[in-house]
């Protein structure tokens, strides 16, 4: 879970990490008193789950009340990079000196942390990095030992010599923060040397593990102020395990196993997913007109594969339940059947009797795929 910048600041101050201090503002009217409380001057940024703000518009330093309502009106009723804008962070100004650039994440292909700190803030990271990779410390962090004070000087090592006091400080305590809140992704660009000297986290990306969310009740309920996909909401609802991903084929399988393999052989047949989708037991024909509302609400799709292999679930009872999720979805693509398993071949007999005009029934998984991948392809 991407955390707003605010949150991430929130839990920053609770481990005395130096941030400006901000208001959250849900409207142009609150934009203002936040900025009037705050000196006259402000900083109004977007909260929303990607970067790029400074360059596309979505930080903006205002001089009056005034000017940040007309900012926070502006930024409150668009989206900014395809996402919904509902709360902007009004801050104060900072006379800032410096701009430099830190992070700590977790890199699973070591199963340890990479902690990187370069005096080059601000700027794009990931170019940064092929341009100028001199410019870049990068050290990894083997999580049994911690960050050692080593560590800490190497990182900092680039940085002017009264900041790299503040800045190591910001590390040691970003990584106590890590640790305490499982977090996989804690990134500061800009971390800023202000005018006196002192070293402030200017701004935070946070990314929690989900998958230990359990263990922290007060992050869990902030997922709350994100906007939902409608169609993962609607497939969450229906109980599907479903994925967005990138490709043109759709795919609709039973088991996680199954589902994951399939990726792999339509990927093998040179076609591109669209989607991950488990079904999950039963496929019943409300469970499958769910699912191909699902996969079919998504633009790109350009041909389903439906990939069942009947164990406790019956492939005669899929087959119907296929025909009867046609008689409630429309079919606007190909759509690819292979049945396999406990009563495959009535399952077959029945799609063969109905002959419905989108149906493709393809007896083998690798032919399916490549038959997936064809009509995909043809349809592009
Ligand atoms: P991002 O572009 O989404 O990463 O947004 P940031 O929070 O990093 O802000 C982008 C840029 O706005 C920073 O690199 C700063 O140069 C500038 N900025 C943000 N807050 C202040 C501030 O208080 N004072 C000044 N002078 N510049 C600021
Ligand atoms: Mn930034």
């Not at 101050?13 to 001057?41: D, Q």
């Not at 700190?117 to 990095?129: K, Q, Y």
């Not at 006091?165 to 804690?186: F, H, P, S």
């Not at 389903?304 to 087959?319: L, P, Q, S, Y």
Request: some cysteine; proline content about 4%; aromatic content about 4%.
């Amino acid at each position: 879970m991407d955390l707003y910048e605010h949150m991430g600041k929130d839990l920053f101050r609770a481990h005395a990490i130096a941030t400006p201090h901000g208001i959250v503002a849900t409207s142009p009217e609150e934009a203002a008193t936040a900025t009037a409380e705050l000196g006259g001057r402000s900083v109004v940024k977007v909260q929303v789950q990607v970067g790029g703000r400074g360059k596309g518009g979505g930080v903006v330093l205002v001089d009056s009340p005034e000017r940040a309502a007309e900012e926070a009106a502006r930024m409150l009723g668009s989206d900014f990079k395809e996402h919904e804008v509902t709360q902007v962070l009004v801050e104060e100004l900072l006379p800032i000196a410096r701009e430099f650039y830190t992070s700590i994440m977790l890199d699973r292909s070591t199963g340890g942390y990479l902690a990187m700190m370069t005096a080059e803030g601000g700027v794009d990271i990931e170019t940064l990095a092929v341009e100028r990779p001199e410019a870049l410390r990068r050290v990894g962090i083997d999580p049994a030992l911690g960050l050692r004070p080593w560590h800490v000087r190497e990182l900092t090592a680039t940085l002017p010599p009264d900041a790299r006091e503040g800045a190591g400080e910001v590390l040691r305590k970003v990584w106590d923060l890590l640790g305490a809140r499982d977090l996989t992704l804690v990134e500061v660009n800009p971390l800023v040397q202000l005018e006196d000297g002192a070293v402030v986290a200017l701004d935070a990306k946070v990314t929690v593990d989900d998958n230990a969310l359990f263990r922290h009740p007060d992050l869990e309920v902030l997922s709350a102020q994100f906007p939902i996909d409608p169609v993962e909401a609607r497939a969450r609802e229906a109980d599907l395990q479903y994925v967005k991903l990138d490709g043109e084929v759709g795919i609709i399988g039973n088991g996680a196993g199954l589902v994951m393999s399939t990726l792999d052989v339509v990927a093998q047949a040179g076609g591109r997913a669209a989607n991950f989708l488990d079904v999950g037991g039963g496929a019943s024909a409300e469970k499958m007109a769910t699912s191909l509302q699902v996969v079919l609400s998504d633009p790109a799709v350009r041909c389903v594969f439906i990939n069942i292999f009947g164990g406790i679930t019956r492939c005669d009872v899929v087959a119907a339940g296929i025909l009867g999720a046609l008689d409630r979805v429309e079919a606007r693509v190909p759509l690819v059947v292979r049945l396999d398993g406990t009563n495959a071949a009535e399952g077959r007999r029945i799609l063969g009797e109905a002959a419905h005009p989108r149906i493709v029934p393809v007896a083998t998984m690798d032919d399916a795929a490549a038959e997936a991948a064809r009509l995909a392809g043809a349809a592009a």
